[in-house]
C-alpha cells in the first residue's frame, strides 16, 4: 500500500524541509463547502489530517468530510505557555524598562 499525501500550505516549506510523497497545493483559504468536497472527490481522500486552529476559516473541510464520511483525525494545539503580556506600546516599554533595571541591580 502506498500512502500519498495532499498538502495545502499557504506557503511552500522552508528549503530542505523533508515532504512525504504527494502533492503540495499551495492556497490561501478560506473555501467554500464546494470547494473543499470537490477537491477530496477530486484526489480521492479517504482520511484527513488537521491541526485544531481554534477558527471557522477550516470549518468547511470538516462538513466536507461528515458528508462524504472520510474520517478525520485532528491534532491539537499545543499548550501556550502563560507569559506576561501588554496591552500597548507603552505598556510593553514598561515592562522593558523593569527588566532592564532588574538587571542593573
Excluded at 57 to 84: C, D, F, G, N, W
Aim: charged share 15%; hydrophobic share 45%; glycine share 6%.
Amino acid at each position: 500500500m502506498t500512502i500519498w499525501f495532499l498538502m495545502p500550505a499557504i506557503d511552500h516549506p522552508v528549503l530542505n524541509t523533508p515532504v512525504p510523497n504527494g502533492k503540495l497545493l499551495l492556497a490561501r483559504g478560506s473555501f467554500s463547502l464546494e470547494d473543499e468536497r470537490q477537491l477530496l472527490l477530486e484526489y480521492q481522500i479517504d482520511t484527513i489530517v488537521s491541526k485544531n486552529s481554534g477558527g471557522g476559516s477550516t470549518y468547511a473541510k470538516i462538513a466536507a468530510t461528515r458528508q462524504l464520511k472520510i474520517p478525520v483525525v485532528m491534532v491539537q494545539r499545543p499548550q501556550i505557555p502563560h507569559v506576561e503580556q501588554a496591552a500597548d506600546v507603552e505598556g510593553a516599554i514598561a515592562w522593558l524598562i523593569k527588566q532592564l533595571l532588574v538587571i542593573s541591580f
